[in-house]
């Protein structure tokens, strides 16, 4: 049982495992050389300063800053949210790697954010671009995720009624006949 278990999550956990590397890698490279709610651009890449640069802040709150201080149950929403992933995972077809890709993308982000709140209390957001909110690696996995999530499932419904029209057509063409 095991090695059919390991066979079919190895995508999940090796996807999972590369967000989770880089999210926490990039979380402590920001926290060990920029001070809190300090900035950091190369001198060469300056003329990307009103567009692009590197803030290092805290946000207690969720996507966009909302909802400041909800940490707990930020926590225990991620937690829901991963096991019901790791179950949705399983009802995935092998073939259809968009939507492991997705739910991998997604567990990952889930994953990293939640380390943060549990370790800290508070998840480390550095990416900053324009006037957007500030941004990690685990939030950009997430919005990736969710976007390769909607696109997989619009093309496996579409799919769906392709070969149902198919079938309809088919099932008229013998009664005809």
């Known amino acids: 049982m095991m090695p059919s278990f ?38 060469s890449l ?34 829901l949210v991963a096991l019901g992933i790791l179950y949705f995972y399983n009802q995935i077809e092998s073939h259809d790697w968009p939507l492991r890709l997705a739910a991998g993308l997604y567990l990952g982000g889930v994953l990293g954010n939640l380390i943060d709140r549990l370790t800290m209390g508070k998840v480390t957001d550095f990416i900053s671009v324009g006037s957007f909110y500030i941004f990690i690696v685990a939030d950009a996995s997430i919005n990736v995720g969710v976007a390769l999530l ?28």
């Open 6 to 43: 390991l066979k079919k999550y190895s995508t999940l956990f090796l996807v999972v495992a590369a967000v989770l590397l880089l999210d926490q890698w990039t979380k402590w490279l920001v926290r060990t050389h920029i001070p809190l709610n300090g900035s950091w651009l190369p001198e």
């Open 46 to 79: 300056m003329w990307l300063a009103p567009y692009a640069r590197l803030v290092f802040i805290y946000n207690k709150g969720a996507a966009f800053g909302m909802f400041q201080n909800g940490g707990i149950i930020f926590a225990i929403v991620a937690i």
């Open 150 to 177: 909607l696109i997989g499932y619009w093309r496996s419904e579409r799919m769906k009624a392709n070969h149902s029209s198919a079938d309809e057509m088919l099932s008229k063409n013998g009664e005809t006949s």
